[in-house]
């Protein structure tokens, strides 16, 4: 069975800066699927990045990169020039054939 | 991206009585979907595998005699909670993969009080 670490149960950020959430994870897959998403007070889960573990660059999307070390079992996130809009909890999520493993989450809290 | 749907979004009931929360994909079909329950404040947890045409794959732990899950068509998959009790209290999220997309879109949950 895979696990998802998320060790920070909370981040505070100003408007405007950078934030990282860091996620670690265990597994004896080599082929596999990390993704982040987003969950705000709506409660709706919207994909935020994904990464495939066979590739070694790492994803980004527009504001929100990742940083993904395969032999450290390290996927953190990046998020840059923190809007009020990101506020929301962020889940790691390991996939493998579609089947999602999610961590405890982080919440995240963008201040104007 | 694809729309994944559930109804009820909200759903009350006394104890010991039947509810039935539907998923649908509303522009895709979708052979596998997912059910998956959340607590306050935690994460979401895999509790079956909904295939179209066959049995429900139940995660460890996950009773399905509580928890019936049919998966009738490509596009709607229902939990049916039997016998609901209190600690069955939770927020209900399904999920759909769209293969043209390579991708799990989520619905927009459904919350469940049972009394």
């Known amino acids: 069975a895979q696990t998802v670490t998320q060790s920070q149960p909370e981040m505070s950020v100003q408007e405007a800066e950078t934030v990282t959430l860091s996620c670690t994870y265990d597994?004896?897959?080599?082929?596999?699927?990390l993704f982040w998403y987003k969950q705000p007070p709506s409660r709706q889960m919207i994909l935020v990045i994904r990464?495939?573990?066979?590739?070694?660059q790492n994803a980004t999307e527009n504001r929100f990169s990742v940083n993904f070390q395969k032999a450290a079992k390290s996927f953190s996130l990046k998020i840059s020039d923190s809007q009020l809009g990101d506020t929301a909890m962020y889940f790691c999520?390991?996939?493998?054939?579609?089947?999602?493993?999610f961590g405890a989450g982080t919440t995240v809290t963008v201040r104007a | 991206g694809a729309v994944v749907s559930q109804h009820p979004s909200w759903v009350i009931c006394k104890s010991g009585t039947s509810v039935k929360i539907e998923c649908r994909s509303l522009?895709?079909?979708?052979?596998?979907m997912f059910w998956y329950r959340q607590f306050p404040k935690q994460s979401l947890m895999l509790m079956a595998t909904?295939?179209?045409?066959?049995?429900?794959?139940?995660e460890q732990g996950v009773e399905k005699d509580k928890f019936l899950i049919n998966h009738a068509s490509l596009t709607l998959s229902t939990l049916t909670v039997t016998s609901a009790h209190p600690e069955d209290s939770s927020f209900y999220i399904c999920?759909?993969?769209?293969?043209?997309?390579?991708?799990?879109?989520f619905g927009p949950g459904t919350r469940l009080t049972v009394l």
């Open positions: 597994t004896s897959e080599n082929n596999y699927y």
């Open positions: 999520a390991f996939g493998n054939d579609y089947k999602l493993s």
């Open positions: 522009d895709f079909q979708a052979t596998t």
């Open positions: 990464q495939e573990a066979y590739k070694q």
């Open positions: 999920s759909a993969i769209d293969i043209s997309y390579n991708e799990q879109f």
């Open positions: 909904s295939n179209e045409g066959s049995k429900a794959t139940y």
